[in-house]
């Protein structure tokens, strides 16, 4: 079972930054691929951004240009860096892992974007 736990939640004002973390529990190589959702109250958890094990990324039409997602393979760990927030951006974030014995979900760590 893949264990997957985020940090970096918090709140920020609109045209600022956060990178979230997300510590996976086993060799991320093991991994078809790893990915950000986001749910905000009342409405349905989506995609915002996934990694493949190869290195692919794609990205929700929202957050394009302003959000990157990476990994650091020594660290086990993948990454949201989030710039040039705005208002619609806050939500829970939740990491996601997708592999051959299943699916997995962190936490979730809040992101609010307000003045």
């Known amino acids: 079972q893949v264990q997957l736990v985020e940090s970096g939640g918090g709140l920020v004002q609109p045209g600022g930054s956060l990178r979230l973390s997300c510590v996976v529990s086993?060799?991320?190589?093991?991994?078809?691929?790893l990915g950000w959702y986001r749910q905000a109250p009342g409405e349905e958890r989506n995609l915002v951004a996934a990694i493949t094990r190869d290195g692919s990324t794609n990205y929700a039409d929202s957050v394009k240009g302003r959000f990157t997602i990476s990994r650091s393979i020594a660290k086990n760990t993948v990454y949201l860096q989030m710039n040039s927030l705005k208002y619609e951006d806050t939500a829970v974030y939740y990491c996601n892992s997708q592999s051959w014995d299943g699916t997995y979900w962190g936490q979730g760590t809040q992101v609010t974007v307000s003045s």
């Open positions: 086993e060799n991320i190589f093991r991994i078809d691929a």
